[in-house]
């Protein structure tokens, strides 16, 4: 099938065998050209795009090795053995043990040194495990193997850096649902109402929406990920992004930040806005304001060929003109990917290229504890000659402010 019409299907049916085949063909060659004889990944996310295999990371090992000349192998509990077996159909060397603690990573490391791996170039990539010590198991594998073995996190980071059309077709589905999302949680804002009670009544509404519409929906990554991602938050509330969404009321004149992530096929498209319950004060449309020209400024400097730490300067330079250095609490944004927080990072210490087919959150935000916090966040392409913002709710002030009813 064409690439484009892959995209087109992967729209609503998710990522094809297709598309995992040609990431490996294009491990493959960076093993070959790196001189490493095999990669070793107990990174969920990194085998799922390598291998369509989805699955919850936990204390039990698993593991996929992929071989410089195209060999693969896997070692996985039975718990998740039919499992990977569905998922993988290309892929018929399994070794099943039965649970964990009676196979650890010491057995798992004694199990590739019968594989033929000791004394082998070996790129492990380890760093998406959740309930059990990275630092230990690379311990583990590289005391069996040798000292060829080495952290290719970076190697994948950059295999994954560059969007395949499929991956940038889910982005656009997604954000097309969570443009919607954020747009059903505005409607329901009403006197007295809770944060969780807008949440749920929203998250509810678009699962409904997308079960009416995609032939399949799931979540994707385990503990990850889930198809709704994020929270609303009314007030003092809102300064606190990451906190807890809970019981408190909305009421006039609240700040509101309805910040969301809707999965589609493990790709999260990132709609965040914040706005107002009844007409802002002056000192609310200022704080706003600027929010809304730091980010302005950050997505006009993307580019190909425009470092990361430059967008983070675009943002950051608006911001310390207008005073509120202090209200800055995080940098301005990251890569998204099969993970929605995904190297490169829009940081003062990131020096990365733009390239095209990169996708980017933007997201500069102002907190100020006990007032509000305010932040919009967009999910972005790099283009061949700019950028195409995928995220479409509306920004403006007078957009966002609703009337206190």
């Given at each position: 099938m064409p690439l484009n019409e892959a995209a087109a299907a992967a729209r609503v049916t998710g990522l094809s065998p297709a598309f995992h085949a040609r990431r490996?063909?294009?491990?493959?060659?960076?093993?070959?050209?790196?001189?490493?004889?095999?990669?070793?990944?107990?990174?969920?996310?990194?085998?799922?795009?390598?291998?369509?295999f989805f699955h919850i990371t936990t204390e039990r090992p698993i593991l996929v090795a992929f071989q410089r000349d195209g060999r693969m192998f896997a070692i996985t509990t039975a718990l998740e053995?039919?499992?990977?077996?569905?998922?993988?159909?290309?892929?018929?060397?399994?070794?099943?043990?039965?649970?964990?603690?009676e196979a650890d990573w010491r057995w798992a490391a004694r199990r590739l040194v019968a594989r033929g791996l000791a004394g082998k170039r070996v790129?492990?990539?380890?760093?998406?495990?959740?309930?059990?010590?990275?630092?230990?198991?690379?311990?583990?594998?590289?005391?069996?193997?040798?000292?060829?073995?080495?952290?290719?996190?970076?190697?994948?980071?950059q295999l994954r850096r560059i969007k395949d059309p499929e991956e940038v077709a889910l982005f656009r589905t997604a954000c097309e649902y969570g443009d919607w999302h954020v747009g059903k949680a505005f409607r329901l804002l009403r006197n007295g109402v809770t944060e969780y009670q807008v949440h749920e009544a929203a998250s509810r509404a678009t699962i409904e929406k997308m079960l009416a519409e995609l032939p399949k929906i799931q979540d994707q990554n385990g503990?990850?990920?889930?198809?709704?991602?994020?929270?609303?938050?009314?007030?003092?509330?809102?300064?606190?992004?990451?906190?807890?969404?809970?019981?408190?009321?909305?009421?006039?004149?609240?700040?509101?930040?309805?910040?969301?992530?809707?999965?589609?096929?493990?790709?999260?498209?990132?709609?965040?806005?914040?706005?107002?319950?009844?007409?802002?004060?002056?000192?609310?449309?200022?704080?706003?304001?600027?929010?809304l020209a730091a980010q302005t400024?950050?997505?006009?400097?993307?580019?190909?060929?425009?470092?990361?730490?430059?967008?983070?300067?675009?943002?950051?330079?608006?911001?310390?003109?207008?005073?509120?250095?202090?209200?800055?609490?995080?940098?301005?944004?990251?890569?998204?990917?099969?993970?929605?927080?995904?190297?490169?990072?829009?940081?003062?210490?990131d020096h990365t290229i733009l390239e095209p087919n990169m996708v980017m959150s933007v997201e500069p935000g102002l907190y100020l504890p006990g007032h509000a916090g305010y932040r919009h966040s967009d999910t972005v392409?790099?283009?061949?000659?700019?950028?195409?913002?995928?995220?479409?709710?509306?920004r403006d002030r007078a957009s966002l402010t609703l009337p206190a009813a």
């Open positions: 490996r063909e294009a491990l493959f060659a960076r093993l070959d050209a790196e001189g490493l004889d095999a990669l070793l990944v107990a990174n969920g996310p990194t085998i799922a795009y390598f291998t369509g053995a039919d499992h990977l077996r569905a998922s993988c159909p290309f892929l018929d060397d399994v070794d099943v043990y039965f649970d964990y603690p790129g492990v990539d380890l760093a998406n495990l959740i309930m059990n010590d990275p630092l230990g198991a690379y311990d583990e594998i590289r005391a069996a193997l040798g000292d060829g073995v080495r952290n290719a996190l970076a190697l994948v980071q503990y990850d990920r889930s198809l709704i991602h994020g929270r609303t938050l009314f007030g003092g509330s809102s300064a606190l992004p990451h906190g807890p969404k809970g019981t408190r009321k909305l009421q006039a004149p609240d700040v509101v930040m309805v910040t969301y992530g809707v999965g589609v096929w493990s790709y999260l498209g990132e709609v965040e806005r914040s706005g107002f319950f009844g007409p802002p004060t002056p000192e609310q449309a200022r704080l706003f304001d600027v929010m400024a950050a997505i006009d400097a993307i580019r190909p060929g425009v470092a990361c730490a430059e967008v983070h300067a675009a943002a950051a330079s608006i911001i310390e003109r207008a005073g509120l250095k202090d209200a800055m609490r995080h940098h301005t944004g990251h890569g998204k990917g099969i993970e929605s927080h995904e190297p490169p990072f829009f940081d003062p210490g392409l790099v283009t061949d000659t700019g950028y195409e913002v995928l995220s479409r709710y509306p």
